[in-house]
């Protein structure tokens, strides 16, 4: 057994895939790093209470981010199905030329639409000013959906990841000057992680200015309704609704914690929801770089092993994450949050454990999102159910907490059966 993986890791090797993950890993651990630093001076310098709207804007940027996950997954989509560089090259400039704003109210029409997250924020009780950060968030999330996507199709994911390390320095920064400064404004820490996002989008154009526009080609561009018309194709309306639930599903609980619980509970739950989410620190750029491969047709033959080997990365630091949490937890929580956050050492486990089936469900739907494959609706079926669970039975932080774990368990449990099915009938 163990012999057949390492021929199969020696032969993923002559792809790009491991040394990509490679580097994309490396730099999300040093990014992450920096993360738990962040989370380690914020926590301590705002207490439980104004911590829980520091990770609520998170959340809400996640799920506002839905959108520009679903653009950069059709413009990786589309300039994968190119069989050799230069027709990926031919498509990238089909489409980069199709994609330019030909007038001054698409900003206007833009900007407008933006602000309507700014009632948003404050209808889920984040403050004016983390209100207005979330619209100049959610701008700054589109320009860099539209550069990024680009890049991740060519597979510059070295450039990516310095960008992250930069923005996630600042962020830390921030962070740092809140709680050595006795600054307990959230106006800092929302100013350097602007900053930070401002940095990562001069080093990501720079490099797309550099490297591919530079190679762009005089072609005749595509109508933008042969590129968009996808989303009305039952494939594509498949994917969209996929995105948005596995997004959503650990997003959501952490707004609906802040709106019913107590401010320090919903602190609480914000800190437990952080660190079952660590796993993808680890399993989450292996899935980025395994769905652009899933979707580029040169690796038809390929998509099995990648499947494999990122469910087993995942599985590993799952494992690892277990394992930790289960024995050291009130060390792991005084350390990154304080005394104060102890409430939850009790329930790390469950963390380490939704951390991991979650992180194999986000991988798995990648895989079925780029066969196109309906079983990308499972995770659909996690959003119905945990809606349906907060608007008539969870009221309180441990009954969250096993909703979670529950669905987490069962979806994989589903997706699993489902691939074991579809391998078989082959």
């Known amino acids: 057994m163990i012999s057949i993986m390492f021929s199969r890791?020696?032969?993923?090797?002559?792809?790009?895939?491991?040394?990509?993950?490679?580097?994309?890993?490396?730099?999300?651990?040093?990014?992450?790093?920096?993360?738990?630093?962040?989370?380690?001076?914020?926590?301590?310098?705002?207490?439980?209470?104004?911590?829980?709207?520091?990770?609520?804007?998170?959340?809400?940027?996640?799920?506002?981010?839905?959108?520009?996950?679903?653009?950069?997954?059709?413009?990786?989509?589309?300039?994968?199905?190119?069989?050799?560089?230069?027709?990926?090259?031919?498509?990238?400039?089909?489409?980069?030329?199709?994609?330019q704003p030909r007038s001054p109210l698409f900003f206007i029409a833009l900007l407008g639409f933006s602000f309507l997250f700014y009632f948003l924020g404050l209808y889920d009780n984040l403050s004016s000013l983390s209100s207005l950060t979330l619209v100049l968030f959610f701008l700054a999330s589109l320009a860099m959906a539209y550069l990024s996507s680009f890049l991740q199709a060519f597979q510059a994911f070295a450039i990516l990841a310095l960008g992250l390390i930069l923005a996630t320095s600042f962020k830390f920064f921030g962070g740092l000057l809140a709680y050595f400064a006795h600054f307990h404004s959230l106006s800092l820490i929302w100013s350097f992680l602007l900053l930070g996002v401002a940095a990562q989008l001069f080093v990501v154009y720079r490099y797309f200015r550099r490297h591919l526009l530079s190679k762009l080609q005089s072609v005749k561009p595509i109508p933008l309704k042969s590129f968009f018309h996808r989303l009305k194709s039952p494939h594509y309306l498949i994917m969209i609704i996929s995105l948005l639930s596995t997004t959503a599903i650990v997003n959501l609980d952490v707004i609906f914690a802040r709106k019913i619980l107590p401010p320090q509970s919903a602190g609480f739950y914000g800190a437990w929801s952080m660190l079952a989410k660590i796993i993808m620190y680890a399993g989450g750029p292996i899935s980025t770089v395994a769905f652009v491969f899933f979707a580029d047709r040169r690796q038809t033959h390929r998509k099995g092993k990648l499947l494999l080997f990122s469910s087993l990365i995942n599985l590993l630091a799952g494992g690892f994450l277990f394992l930790i949490y289960t024995f050291f937890a009130d060390k792991i929580v005084i350390s990154l949050f304080g005394a104060s956050f102890l409430p939850i050492a009790g329930y790390l486990s469950y963390a380490a454990i939704f951390g991991l089936f979650y992180s194999l469900i986000n991988n798995l739907n990648n895989y079925f999102i780029s066969q196109d494959s309906r079983a990308s609706l499972l995770t659909f079926l996690f959003l119905i159910f945990q809606l349906l669970g907060f608007a008539f039975n969870v009221k309180t932080l441990s009954q969250i907490m096993i909703l979670q774990l529950l669905l987490a368990v069962t979806i994989f449990l589903f997706q699993l059966f489902y691939l074991f099915l579809s391998t078989k009938s082959r």
């Open 9 to 99: 890791l020696k032969k993923l090797s002559h792809t790009n895939f491991i040394s990509l993950s490679f580097i994309f890993v490396i730099a999300n651990f040093l990014a992450n790093i920096l993360n738990y630093l962040f989370h380690f001076f914020v926590s301590r310098a705002y207490g439980p209470a104004t911590y829980s709207e520091i990770v609520s804007l998170f959340s809400h940027l996640y799920i506002l981010g839905v959108p520009s996950l679903i653009f950069t997954t059709l413009v990786i989509k589309y300039i994968g199905r190119g069989q050799t560089k230069s027709a990926q090259l031919q498509r990238f400039s089909q489409l980069y030329t199709s994609l």
